[in-house]
């Protein structure tokens, strides 16, 4: 069973900073991808930012620019930080990972509140 879970949530000022956090075990070796989705009261579930195991990178246009993703795949860890904050940034944030077999894992979220 594969379990991840998510930290570096919390309130944060307009234009402010937040680093999240996501580390897995379990009985997996290494993912295919790891990545954030994002769920604002009363929409749906979106991709924010995906990293794969080769490194490659995929953001939503809306954080281009001031979201960067990373990942340790050795160790199972995913970090997003996020920069240049807005109130639409607030939302629960997600960590996802993919196996090597396209199994889908999720967090259980943490919660990210851009306010003043």
């Known amino acids: 069973q594969v379990q991840l879970v998510e930290s570096g949530g919390g309130l944060v000022q307009p234009g402010g900073s937040l680093r999240l956090s996501c580390v897995a075990s379990?009985?997996?070796?290494?993912?295919?991808?790891m990545g954030w989705y994002r769920q604002a009261p009363g929409k749906q579930r979106e991709l924010v930012a995906d990293i794969t195991s080769g490194g490659s990178t995929n953001y939503a246009d809306s954080v281009k620019g001031r979201f960067t993703i990373s990942g340790d795949n050795a160790r199972k860890m995913a970090y997003l930080q996020m920069n240049s904050l807005k109130p639409e940034d607030t939302a629960v944030y997600y960590c996802?990972?993919?196996?090597?077999?396209?199994?889908?894992?999720w967090g259980k979220g943490t919660l990210v509140t851009v306010s003043s």
């Open positions: 996802n990972a993919v196996s090597r077999a396209r199994v889908s894992y």
């Open positions: 379990g009985n997996i070796f290494s993912f295919h991808s």
